[in-house]
């Protein structure tokens, strides 16, 4: 596609519940990234991929924080046992290649923990 | 570690003013990138500028223009005549060669009024 697709736009979970957010990479793109952005903040890496491969996952903030990207292209990012803390919005970004740093954002999803 | 100072929480100016939004980083590294991104209301990160830190050249784009001196550790971003389509939230982000992650300031809230 033209851009970095994520979805779905908006999430209201309730405590306890799982979620799961799909990003669609621009196609070809070879890295992509998953970003965290709280309230007012700037945005906190959580993970990276090079193809399928999970090169980086340093910063995800607990176990209940899951990422996939099993054919190189989509990717989910997916959360167990929400908690409010976990209220924040989700970017992912791509890239062409793994030394090009022209990233592409997309929109994110927000998420509500409630 | 890196880190990145983005002191001016919010900024309000009046249109056609010229406003700098200043950005100090910390690093270790000797070799290291430094962004500006614009997000808007919509919420994407829309990158604006790469600045590699054997490139101290100030750059200018536009209305945009950009002062890097690594004696202060600084990568600083004027807008000169600013226009109401300017108002978002700017980041800042600083990358190492070596590592995955951007890591962001917390932003500076821009408003242009009429």
């Known amino acids: 596609g033209a851009g970095v697709s994520q979805s779905p736009r908006y999430k209201v979970a309730k405590r306890g519940q799982d979620v799961a957010l799909r990003c669609d990479p621009i196609?070809?793109?070879?890295?992509l990234f998953w970003y965290q952005q709280a309230l007012g903040q700037g945005p906190e890496f959580l993970t990276y991929?090079?193809?399928?491969?999970?090169?980086?996952k340093s910063g995800l903030p607990s176990d209940r924080f899951f990422a996939e990207r099993p054919e190189g292209s989509v990717s989910t990012l997916k959360i167990q046992r929400t908690q409010q803390e976990d209220s924040a919005v989700y970017l992912c970004?791509?890239?062409?290649?793994?030394?090009?740093?022209?990233?592409?954002f997309g929109s994110g999803t927000r998420l509500t923990v409630v | 570690a890196q880190k990145v100072t983005q002191a001016q929480t919010e900024i309000s100016v009046v249109e056609k003013e010229d406003v700098t939004l200043d950005c100090v980083y910390e690093?270790?590294?000797?070799?290291?990138?430094l962004f500006w991104y614009k997000q808007p209301p919509s919420g994407e990160l829309v990158f604006l500028i790469r600045?590699?830190?054997?490139?101290?050249q100030n750059e200018i784009s536009g209305r945009y223009s950009w002062n890097f001196q690594k004696s202060t550790s600084s990568f600083n971003f004027t807008i000169t005549a600013s226009q109401v389509v300017d108002s978002a939230v700017y980041f800042c982000?600083?990358?190492?060669?070596?590592?995955?992650?951007?890591?962001f300031g917390k932003g500076t809230s821009l408003l242009v009024t009429p």
């Open positions: 991929f090079q193809n399928e491969a999970q090169l980086d």
């Open positions: 982000a600083l990358k190492s060669n070596s590592g995955y992650a951007l890591n």
């Open positions: 970004a791509s890239s062409l290649a793994r030394q090009d740093y022209g990233y592409t």
């Open positions: 690093t270790r590294d000797t070799t290291y990138y």
């Open positions: 600045r590699n830190s054997f490139d101290e």
């Open positions: 196609s070809g793109h070879v890295s």
